[in-house]
C-alpha cells in the first residue's frame, strides 16, 4: 500500500512559489509588524473625515493601500497552511494572521461608520467637488446600501474586532478535515488501497471499477460518520450567527442579510433553486437510468452517480499537453489573456503534488498586487484539464481586474465569480470537440461537459437547497443537529434523484464534504455563473467569437458594476428566468445525443 507523501517529499515543479509573496517566514511576520504600524496611515484621520473632499480621498486611498498589504498577508498565510493542513506551525501562523486582520480591522471600522454619519448630501457632494474620489464611488454607493443595517460606532468596532471569532465555524471545519480525519485502507481487487480526501474525490469516486468506487466510498463514509456531530454543532454555530446578525440589522431573515453583499433580486436566487431543482430532474433521472443500464448495475448507489459510462475508456493527458491544450481553447479571448495564463505555467502558479494534509478541491487565490495561485491535485486524467481550465478561469478574472481596477473594486459581487470560470471549460470542451474525430473520444468530453453542469446544477445547486431549508428551519427556533442535516439531505436527493438512484445514510453525510457552507450562500452562485456561461455560448456559436472581446471587457471591470449589470454587458439577461429555462433545456439536449450514442 502506497501512502501519500508527506509534504517535504514533493519536487518542487509540483507546487506553487510562494516566495513571489514573501521570500521567507521572517519576511512575512516583519510584513505583519510593519501593516499594525501603518495603521496610523488610515486612523489619522479618524475624526475628520467630514473636513472636506481631500481628507476623504485621503483616507480612502491609505485604506485601500493597507487592505490590500492585509490580504496579501493573510493569503501568504493561509496558502501554506493549503499545503498541510496538519502541521501545527502553520496552523498557528494561520491563526497569527487572522488576529492581526481582525485588529486591523477594527481599527479602521471609524471609516465606515463616519461616513454614514456625514450630513445627507455629504458624500455626493464631496464626490462633485474631487473627481478623484470616483474610484470609490461604488465602494461609497454599497456602504450607503448599509446605513439603514449599521449599528453603533462601537457596535460595529467590536463586531470587526471579533472577527477571528466570527469566522471560526470555518476553521474548525478546515482544521478537523485536514488534521484530524483519518480514512482506513480498503481492499478492492485482492489489492489495499489508502484512502483520503484527495484520494476519494480525485481517484476514487470517477473510478471505473464499481468494486474500487464502492469499496472506496464505504472507507470514506466510515471515517465521515465520527465527525458528523462535530461538524453538524460547527454548521450550527454558522448558522446561529447569521440568524442573530440578521436579526440584529434589521433584515428581514439571514438569507435576505446573506443576499445583500451579491447585489442581485432576492427573485433571482428563488428561481435559480426552484426553476433548476424542477426543470433538470427529470433529465438527470434519464442520464441516472442510463448509467444503470450501460454499467450493468443492479441499482445506483448515490456513489455511482459520476462513474464513468466508457469503463474501459480514460483518456490521459499530462500536465503539459493540458496546459498547451488549455491555451488553445482560451485563444478566441484574445492575445493578452493567452499570454496572461501561459505564465502560470512558466511560473509556478499552480501547485499540484497530492501530499498528506494538502486541502481537498481546487480553488484559486488572487492577492492584489501578486499573481494568483491554484491548488489542485493533478492526476494525469483529461478531467484534470477541465478542472485546471476553470481555476485558470478564476486567475484570469481577477488578474485581468487587477490591472485595470484598484484594490477596493477588483472583486465583483458573489453571483458572477464563477461565471468567468466556467466559461474556461466551456471553451475547453469546444476547442476538443473541434480538433477531434473520434466518436469515443467526443463523446467522452460530452460526459465531461455533463459532469460540469452535474457539479453546479445539481451537486452545488443541492447544497443551496440544503442552506435554504436549514435556515428556515432554524428560524422557526428548530435545533441544527446532525439528525436534521441527514434528514433534510437525504429529502433533497430522494426528491431531486426519485427512483433512480438508492439514497442511504451515506449519502445523507455527504454535506459534510463542502466548505461553501461557511461563505454565506455561495453555492447557488455556480449555477449563476453556469446559465452565464452557456448563454454566451450559443452566443459565440451563432454570431462567432467576436463576443469574447466584450466578455474580456467585462473581467477588465472587476467589481464597478453589479453582476445582473456585468452580465448585461454581452447580452445576458438574467433578470429573466430565459436563460435559466435554456440553460436546462441544453443539459437535456446533451443527455438525448448521449443516449444516442450507446
Not at 436579526?247 to 426552484?274: C, M, W
Not at 498547451?324 to 485563444?331: G, R, S, T
Not at 492575445?335 to 511560473?347: G, H
Not at 455527504?510 to 454566451?536: D, E, I, K
Amino acid at each position: 500500500m502506497n501512502k501519500p507523501m508527506s509534504r517535504a517529499e514533493v519536487a518542487p515543479e509540483q507546487t506553487w512559489n510562494l516566495d513571489d509573496l514573501f521570500v521567507n517566514r521572517a519576511a512575512w511576520l516583519a510584513e505583519l509588524a510593519e501593516i499594525e504600524k501603518a495603521l496610523e496611515t488610515v486612523t489619522a484621520y479618524q475624526g475628520r473625515l467630514g473636513e472636506g473632499s481631500g481628507k476623504l480621498l485621503a483616507c480612502l486611498d491609505a485604506r485601500d493601500t493597507l487592505m490590500a498589504r492585509m490580504q496579501k498577508a493573510s493569503i501568504f498565510a493561509s496558502l501554506r497552511n493549503a499545503e498541510d493542513g496538519g502541521d501545527p506551525a502553520r496552523q498557528s501562523d494561520l491563526a497569527y494572521a487572522a488576529g492581526v486582520s481582525a485588529r486591523v480591522e477594527a481599527a479602521m471600522k471609524f471609516v465606515d461608520t463616519e461616513i454614514l454619519a456625514l450630513p445627507a448630501g455629504t458624500v455626493q457632494r464631496f464626490l462633485a467637488e474631487q473627481p478623484a474620489l470616483a474610484v470609490h464611488r461604488t465602494d461609497l454607493d454599497d456602504l450607503a446600501s448599509l446605513k439603514p443595517h449599521m449599528l453603533s460606532a462601537e457596535t460595529e468596532r467590536v463586531l470587526a474586532s471579533l472577527g477571528e471569532v466570527l469566522e471560526a465555524p470555518f476553521m474548525i471545519f478546515q482544521r478537523g478535515k485536514a488534521s484530524d480525519m483519518q480514512f482506513a485502507p480498503f481492499t478492492a481487487g485482492g489489492r489495499e488501497q489508502p484512502n483520503s480526501f484527495n484520494l476519494y474525490e480525485w481517484t476514487y469516486e470517477g473510478a471505473a471499477s464499481a468494486e474500487v468506487r464502492r469499496a472506496a466510498w464505504g472507507s470514506f463514509c466510515k471515517g465521515l460518520a465520527p465527525y458528523q456531530n462535530t461538524f453538524a454543532a460547527t454548521f450550527a454555530t454558522e448558522v446561529t450567527k447569521n440568524i442573530v446578525m440578521a436579526k440584529a440589522r434589521g433584515y428581514s431573515s439571514a438569507e435576505h442579510f446573506l443576499l445583500h453583499q451579491h447585489k442581485v433580486p432576492f427573485e433571482l436566487y428563488t428561481n435559480i433553486l426552484d426553476t433548476i431543482q424542477a426543470e433538470l430532474a427529470p433529465h438527470m433521472r434519464r442520464y441516472a437510468r442510463l448509467r444503470q443500464r450501460v454499467l450493468g448495475l443492479d441499482q445506483l448507489l448515490y456513489c455511482d452517480v459520476k462513474a464513468p459510462l466508457d469503463p474501459d475508456y480514460a483518456p490521459h493527458i499530462t500536465f503539459e499537453s493540458a496546459g498547451d491544450l488549455i491555451l488553445q481553447a482560451v485563444a478566441p479571448m484574445g492575445a493578452e489573456y493567452v499570454e496572461l495564463l501561459r505564465t502560470a505555467f512558466q511560473q509556478r502558479w499552480i501547485d499540484r503534488a497530492g501530499n498528506s494534509g494538502k486541502s481537498s478541491g481546487a480553488f484559486c487565490a488572487s492577492p492584489y498586487g501578486a499573481h494568483p495561485f491554484i491548488l489542485m491535485t493533478w492526476t494525469d486524467s483529461m478531467r484534470d484539464a477541465f478542472i485546471l481550465a476553470h481555476e485558470l478561469g478564476h486567475a484570469g478574472h481577477f488578474l485581468t481586474a487587477q490591472r485595470h481596477q484598484r484594490y477596493v473594486n477588483t472583486r465583483p459581487a458573489m453571483p458572477f465569480v464563477e461565471a468567468p470560470s466556467i466559461m474556461n471549460e466551456v471553451l475547453l470542451a469546444r476547442r476538443i470537440l473541434e480538433g477531434e474525430a473520434d466518436a469515443r473520444m467526443r463523446r467522452w468530453v460530452l460526459m465531461q461537459v455533463l459532469g460540469t453542469y452535474h457539479h453546479n446544477f445539481v451537486t452545488h445547486l443541492l447544497e443551496a437547497e440544503l442552506q435554504r431549508q436549514v435556515y428556515a428551519h432554524a428560524e422557526a427556533g428548530q435545533a441544527v443537529t446532525a439528525a436534521l442535516l441527514n434528514e433534510r439531505k437525504a429529502a433533497i436527493l430522494k426528491a431531486f434523484w426519485g427512483d433512480t438512484v438508492s439514497i442511504d445514510e451515506d449519502a445523507a453525510m455527504t454535506w459534510m464534504r463542502q466548505p461553501h457552507y461557511y461563505f454565506g450562500l455561495y453555492p447557488y452562485t455556480y449555477s449563476v455563473g453556469l446559465v452565464a456561461a452557456t448563454a454566451l455560448a450559443e452566443r459565440a456559436r451563432a454570431e462567432g467569437d467576436g463576443v469574447f472581446a466584450g466578455w474580456l471587457g467585462v473581467l477588465r471591470a472587476g467589481g464597478t458594476l453589479e453582476p445582473l449589470g456585468l452580465m448585461q454587458q454581452v447580452g445576458i439577461d438574467l433578470s429573466s428566468p430565459i436563460p435559466v429555462r435554456d440553460a436546462v433545456a441544453y443539459v437535456g439536449r446533451m443527455i438525448e445525443e448521449l443516449e444516442a450514442s450507446f
